[in-house]
T-cell receptor, first 112, second 116 residues
Framework: NAGVMQNPRHLVRRRGQEARLRCSPM?????VYWYRQLPEEGLKFMVY????????ESGMPKERFSAEFPKEGPSILRIQQVVRGDSAAYFC??????????FGPGTRLTVL | AQTVTQSQPEMSVQEAETVTLSCTYD???????LFWYKQPPSRQMILVIR??????QNATENRFSVNFQKAAKSFSLKISDSQLGDTAMYFC?????????????FGKGITLSVRP
């Protein structure tokens, strides 16, 4: 059973470009969480999704950020018009229910 | 809202010795889970141990054990027989396992170095 997959592992964007981060949950997991880790800090919750539904987006910036988890395919975290402050590691986690979350390897986003 | 506090930014321990990492939290909930995650230089988040608040018995996983003090809202991690591979950042995390509130709240982490 493959673990949580994230791609790309590293993403470089120039200011003003769009970043798309993908997350494929573990087989059988229908709950996906996105977290952001700034340098030298802990992970901060961004958004929680189930298939085709956003359950909690209280940690996501109101502008430029969006997330989806379609019926088919991976979950996508989209950042429009990136700025230098968006540089961080973005982690996805999946869960079969409301308990243990399994993390992917993360995507390190660098904005030039 | 829940908060998780890890007040020690870093610790160092000699190989084969025992070390304890501290964590406190604040919540008004009665049912919740607590976790310790390890993040080695590879940045992968690895679950070390989990504790359900309704369980009085402290969780144990091989060399890792916790001291869970519910009344004091304290959740420390003890690593016995420390190994070089234990060198990593360690994060304490809280979760309310009730649907929409099931996100993890993390502390700022502690950097643990195991000396040979």
């Amino acid at each position: 059973n493959a673990g949580v997959m994230q791609n790309p592992r590293h993403l470089v964007r120039r200011r003003g470009q769009e970043a798309r981060l993908r997350c494929s949950p573990m087989k059988g997991h229908s709950h996906v969480y996105w977290y952001r880790q700034l340098p030298e800090e802990g992970l901060k919750f961004m958004v929680y999704l189930q298939k085709e539904n956003i359950i909690d987006e209280s940690g996501m910036p109101k502008e430029r950020f969006s997330a989806e988890f379609p019926k088919e395919g991976p979950s996508i975290l989209r950042i429009q018009q990136v700025v230098r402050g968006d540089s961080a590691a973005y982690f996805c986690a999946s869960s079969p229910l409301y308990n243990e979350q399994f993390f992917g390897p993360g995507t390190r986003l660098t904005v030039l | 809202a829940q908060t998780v506090t890890q007040s020690q930014p870093e610790m160092s321990v000699q190989e084969a010795e025992t070390v304890t990492l501290s964590c406190t939290y604040d919540t008004s909930e009665n049912n919740y889970y607590l976790f310790w995650y390890k993040q080695p230089p590879s940045r992968q988040m690895i679950l070390v141990i989990r504790q359900e608040a309704y369980k009085q018995q402290n969780a144990t996983e091989n060399r890792f054990s916790v001291n869970f003090q519910k009344a004091a809202k304290s959740f420390s991690l003890k690593i016995s027989d420390s190994q070089l591979g234990d060198t990593a950042m360690y994060f304490c995390a809280f979760m309310n396992p009730t649907g929409a509130n099931s996100k993890l709240t993390f502390g700022k982490g502690i950097t643990l170095s195991v000396r040979p």
